[in-house]
């Protein structure tokens, strides 16, 4: 019923792979109207066609966008969006994602999920799948909401081998995503000719 959204989803979202399993699952439930558990705490998945988080600057005002330190940054996000393939997004506006950074282990499959806020802060998740790094974030510290939404992901067929967030399986992101950002981030102020004293993009 949703192949060809699918497969839009898979050029658009994941560079072409195909679209893992639990993915699946969650997008064609959210897309049925049937739902899916990580709705309640405001997470879905991205619809294709609709724009990478990393490189929405419409956010930017006038000021901000004539500003070459928050360019910068912006064109190192912007860059950061083709090793970070978005998946959803939070009512925060903060965005879930597989890190594919050609240089990232062969062996780690599927690979590392990164939680990206909105002050460009890269958080690597818990988890083998990608429930299992939302399951992380939402439920790391409280077993019994853990339990609670691991048992409505089996509703849908999603199954979370463990009870604890602790029990999840903690994959290493290769190279670092937060040092990525900022290694691309200092290139390009030296390619716009700002001072070398390096800043923090975020402040």
């Known amino acids: 019923m949703f192949d060809e959204r699918l497969k839009e989803f898979s050029r658009e979202r994941l560079g072409g792979r195909p679209v ?3 993915v699946r699952l969650l997008a064609t439930a959210q897309w049925e109207g049937r739902g899916h558990p ?15 988080p990393l490189i929405d600057t419409s956010y930017l005002s006038e000021k901000e966008l004539a500003n ?4 910068a940054n912006c064109a190192a996000s912007e860059r ?22 050609p240089q990232q282990r ?7 999920v990164i939680k990206v806020d909105t002050e ?32 409505e992901l089996a509703q849908l067929h999603i199954s979370i081998p463990v009870s604890s967030g602790e029990d999840l399986a903690e994959p290493s992101a290769d190279p670092a995503p ?13 390619r716009l000719g700002l001072p070398s004293q390096r800043q923090d993009p975020r402040s």
């Open 20 to 22: 893992p399993e639990d």
């Open 38 to 52: 990580f709705e309640q705490f405001g997470i879905t998945i991205l619809e294709p066609g609709a724009q990478h």
């Open 68 to 71: 070459p330190d928050i360019m």
């Open 80 to 101: 950061m969006a083709k090793y970070l393939k978005a998946v959803a997004q939070d009512e925060d506006g903060s965005f879930y994602g597989y890190w594919l950074y």
């Open 106 to 112: 062969e062996d780690q499959q599927p690979p590392p």
């Open 120 to 151: 460009s802060t890269y958080w690597e998740l818990g988890g083998r799948t990608f429930s299992e790094a939302c399951l992380y974030d939402i439920a790391f510290d409280d077993d019994e909401l853990f339990v609670k939404v691991a048992a």
């Open 178 to 190: 937060e040092d990525m950002h900022r290694r691309l981030y200092y290139a390009e102020r030296e």
